[in-house]
């Protein structure tokens, strides 16, 4: 017998997302130092391991863990503040206010709560495309134990044509690159590895040339990628256009900083000629189904992304922000597939199988990860969901996939595993008090809505007593 430290046993429905798309009924999972270390039917492995864990996992439908390719964690506060509201103004007369408004304090208990949420869901790794705090991000992060890749906000133009940013959010080129440079350089691997990081400008309409092109050749320097909002709205594109006389992956093409270590989140609008720049470089696009759902951005209307992925292009998936209501992946799956479905009126485009490559394997590339996570595999780490499967959802259960992407939420999930550590048992997690963390949202909130004009940025359409 070989020794182990953790067996999953008795798998109903194992789902790897390996280089076959093998899915295993009556399966077993072996982990040893962190990794898996054999994957096949329960009968076989229990004949030659055994650990001094095992978990039993009849009812289940394991997944490997979700890479979500976008979240704001410092977002997570902000659930309620931003509805109803175009680009122009979900930038500038919501968020933007808020994110200037929050202190240390306030962006740690965001993403705090952020993580009990992604683990609740089954997110084992996300990209967090910066803020003002990063540091108090990764304590809060680092302390759950799931993975981030974290980044720095980088704004150096103060103005553009949607609006003017808040003064506390203004900054300088070379701050920009200095603090970027200095992250990378403490958070290139941290944590066990659990910690990682990018360069990040969070939109070219408020980032100038030097900025961009800096913050390229700081991510070569530390072996990692460059990532930014783009094309996400009509307005956004039509400013790049007016501003700089080009659109946005044109811009960034014009400045030789587009490959496949460049992540771009949304990528909707887009000119013909920019399709073919994406077809050749090809970058991760990060699709937001639930954001550009929620603020009417167009993105699945006008998106090419199942074309592009068919095209070889690599494309993820991201829940974005808390204000456009959902932090689950699993209804990101669904929202994607169905959404995409719908504006074609092609019941074949985005099957449930595209969506969950998306969140799994697709996203570990996006991470820059892939030879790691995202997949159930001998040799990668143990990042691992266990959804219960005998809850009516996911019955009857024919197809796991189907359920999964169709049928299932996130709120289903029932054990997690990161690198073979358990980070949620039943539903809670394992390394956080999410009571205790639950009561300091409720007195965070009042303090953060103490800063901020809440009659202007919250439209209630029915009267309060």
């Not at 997570?76 to 122009?88: H, T």
């Not at 970027?180 to 941290?190: G, N, P, R």
């Not at 501003?243 to 887009?270: C, F, I, N, P, Y």
């Not at 690198?419 to 909130?445: F, H, N």
């Amino acid at each position: 017998m070989n020794d182990a430290d953790l067996i999953v046993r008795s798998i109903d429905w194992l789902i790897t997302v390996d280089p076959t798309r093998r899915i295993i009924r009556d399966a077993a999972i072996v982990v040893k130092a962190g990794k898996f270390v054999a994957i096949g039917k329960t009968a076989a492995i229990e004949q030659a391991w055994r650990a001094s864990k095992v978990v039993d996992g009849t009812g289940t439908v394991v997944t490997p863990g979700f890479v979500d390719n976008h979240l704001h964690a410092s977002f997570q506060m902000s659930r309620g503040l931003a509805d109803e509201a175009n680009a122009a103004s979900f930038l500038y007369d919501h968020m933007y206010p808020y994110e200037g408004a929050m202190t240390e304090e306030d962006v740690h208990l965001s993403a705090s709560l952020a993580s009990v949420e992604l683990l609740r869901h089954g997110v084992t790794c996300f990209i967090d495309p910066g803020n003002y705090h990063p540091d108090a991000t990764v304590r809060a992060v680092a302390t759950s134990g799931t993975r981030m890749v974290v980044s720095c906000s980088c704004f150096d133009k103060t103005k553009s044509v949607l609006g003017l940013l808040p003064e506390s959010m203004i900054e300088t080129t070379a701050h920009g690159l200095a603090k970027t440079e200095e992250m990378l350089s403490k958070y290139s691997s941290a944590h066990d590895g659990r910690i990682t990081a990018s360069a990040s400008f969070r939109g070219l309409n408020n980032s100038s040339d030097e900025l961009i092109t800096g913050l390229k050749s700081l991510s070569q320097k530390y072996g990692t990628f460059l990532q930014t909002h783009a094309c996400f709205a009509c307005s956004t594109h039509d400013a790049s256009v007016a501003q700089s006389g080009m659109a946005e992956v044109e811009r960034l093409e014009s400045l030789g900083v587009l490959d496949d270590k460049t992540l771009l989140v949304h990528s909707g609008w887009l000119e013909p000629q920019e399709i073919a720049t994406l077809v050749k470089r090809k970058p991760t696009l990060v699709a937001a189904p639930s954001s550009s759902l929620h603020n009417g951005y167009g993105n699945i209307m006008v998106g090419k992304l199942p074309e592009l992925m068919a095209l070889g292009v690599n494309v993820s998936l991201g829940s974005d922000h808390a204000s456009s209501g959902i932090v689950d992946m699993v209804q990101e799956m669904r929202n994607v597939a169905f959404g995409y479905k719908e504006v074609r009126m092609n019941p074949r485009v985005m099957p449930p199988e595209h969506a969950l490559e998306m969140a799994t394997i697709n996203g570990a590339r996006g991470a820059g990860l892939a030879d790691r996570i995202g997949s159930i595999e001998v040799g990668k780490d143990a990042d691992m969901v266990l959804f219960d499967a005998t809850v009516p959802e996911w019955q009857p259960l024919y197809n796991p996939v189907s359920n999964l992407v169709y049928s299932a939420t996130g709120n289903t999930v029932k054990h997690v595993f990161v690198a073979g550590d358990q980070v949620l048992k039943d539903g809670r997690p394992t390394k956080i008090d999410q009571d205790a963390i639950m009561r300091e949202v409720t007195k965070g909130a009042v303090r953060i809505a103490s800063r901020l004009d809440m009659k202007k940025i919250v439209k209630l359409l029915w009267p309060v007593e």
